[in-house]
Nanobody, 116 residues
Framework: QVQLVESGGGLVQPGGSLRLSCAASGSIFNFGKMGWYRQAPGKQRELVADISVVGGITNYADSVKGRFTISRDIAEKALYLQMNSLKFEDTAVYYC?????????WGQGTQVTVSS
């Protein structure tokens, strides 16, 4: 029903920063949780961070804790991921996710490449 569209990916040097955005076509109150996942070639898709839409409770993968910040703006119908101190290992396609009891929605993904 609701569509999710990511933007903000690109090429960045190690130690640099990038901000990803996920725009929803409808109210994000449709989702109990929203999150960011990433997938590198040949690897499983993994959770980066998620957030409860109503309460704003956050959860981070250990590998990004202290470097990444997830947030949501209900009025803007958007989810964000601020990525700082980027490392080579952060290179992946990043996907926006929205979860309800019945459905899991995914965006199309945006490429993040960390390279010197």
């Amino acid at each position: 029903q609701v569509q999710l569209v990511e933007s903000g990916g690109g090429l960045v040097q190690p130690g640099g920063s990038l901000r990803l955005s996920c725009a929803a076509s409808g109210s994000i109150f449709n989702f109990g949780k929203m999150g960011w996942y990433r997938q590198a070639p040949g690897k499983q898709r993994e959770l980066v961070a998620d957030i409860s839409v109503v309460g704003g409770i956050t959860n981070y993968a250990d590998s990004v804790k202290g470097r990444f910040t997830i947030s949501r703006d209900i009025a803007e119908k958007a989810l964000y991921l601020q990525m700082n101190s980027l490392k080579f290992e952060d290179t992946a396609v990043y996907y926006c996710n929205g979860q309800t009891s019945r459905n899991t929605l995914w965006g199309q993904g945006t490429q993040v490449t960390v390279s010197s």
